[in-house]
């Protein structure tokens, strides 16, 4: 009830929360690449666990357990900003102007973690730990977390399921259909940004699951995102459920559970990209 419990949880949630988030992703860029880390989100978001981190590390009073949750949210929302500050040249916020400026945002954000690894110095090993993703240590407190932002969340993005299907038919038909694209984008990315927050903050970066799962379900049910999203939320905790159950309980000693979204996730991100390109 106080260890195991909370880790199954809180990791259904996370994974969850990131399936969905990556598919809103995709279905907006009407890209199959896109997931929370293509547009820098996630940066952001461990960016601003990582500062919280090395204040609590130079001895600054503050609780982790709100800390980092609060400087992952405005970590994400600043990438956020910041992406559609160099998206913006019309106000249609065109995929690839999104998806290049979350690639630029995303490298000044490594940037930055590297220096605040820099100045953890002996203690370092704290955030590169929690940089790989890892569910070792949850508690009740980190299930209520997640439990209050990404549920509503995922409630939010499934009321705009109806609005993604016309979107995926271009922007100026759906535009003429009655769909406020530019203003659905922005509040989407915004609820996907926040429940991607939300999840590094209790987990650290755990990549790929936005991407593989959206993919894979897409495949298997089809476009229509009222059923996608609600299955995404399904399917990504059981992937990651059954990650930490293997890095847990299967190996000889446990390892960040985001090395092994990695290594699951880094082909799978191949074969995605190859067979878009050989679609071209």
């Known amino acids: 009830m106080e260890v195991r419990l909370p880790r199954i949880l809180t990791a259904a949630l996370v994974g969850?929360?990131?399936?969905v988030a990556g598919?809103?992703?995709?279905?907006?860029?009407?890209?199959?690449?896109?997931?929370?880390?293509?547009?820098?989100?996630?940066?952001?978001?461990?960016?601003?666990?990582?500062?919280?981190?090395i204040l609590t590390i130079f001895g600054i009073a503050i609780p982790t357990w709100f800390s980092i949750p609060i400087f992952a949210f405005f970590g994400a929302m600043a990438t956020l900003i910041g992406v559609f500050s160099l998206a913006s040249t019309d106000n249609r916020l065109s995929s690839n102007s999104l998806?290049?400026?979350?690639?630029?945002i995303a490298s000044i954000l490594s940037a930055g973690i590297g220096f605040i690894k820099y100045l953890a110095d002996e203690q370092v090993s704290i955030i590169i730990f929690w940089l790989m993703g890892s569910f070792v240590g949850r508690s009740w407190a980190d299930?209520?977390?997640?439990?209050?932002?990404?549920?509503?969340?995922?409630?939010?993005?499934?009321?705009?399921?109806?609005?993604?299907?016309?979107?995926?038919?271009?922007?100026?038909?759906?535009?003429?259909?009655?769909?406020e694209t530019a203003r659905v984008k922005k509040q989407l990315l915004v609820c996907a940004s926040l429940v991607t927050a939300v999840a590094v903050s209790v987990s650290g970066i755990i990549g790929f699951v936005g991407l593989i799962i959206p993919h894979l379900l897409r495949m298997i049910l089809g476009p229509d995102n009222r059923l996608l999203l609600p299955a995404c939320f399904l399917g990504g905790a059981i992937l990651l459920l059954g990650a930490d159950t293997i890095t847990r309980a299967w190996l000889p000693s446990e390892i960040?559970?985001?090395v092994l979204t990695s290594l699951?996730?880094?082909p799978f991100f191949c074969y995605i990209f190859r067979k878009k390109q050989l679609a071209k």
């Open 16 to 19: 969850g929360g990131l399936a």
């Open 23 to 53: 598919a809103v992703f995709q279905a907006i860029l009407l890209n199959p690449l896109a997931d929370p880390y293509t547009l820098g989100i996630s940066s952001g978001a461990a960016f601003g666990a990582s500062l919280a981190i």
């Open 99 to 104: 998806i290049l400026s979350g690639v630029i």
């Open 143 to 179: 299930v209520a977390t997640t439990f209050v932002v990404i549920i509503p969340g995922l409630f939010f993005m499934l009321y705009y399921a109806r609005d993604l299907n016309i979107m995926a038919l271009g922007e100026r038909t759906a535009d003429t259909l009655g769909v």
């Open 256 to 258: 960040p559970i985001g």
């Open 264 to 266: 699951i996730g880094g």
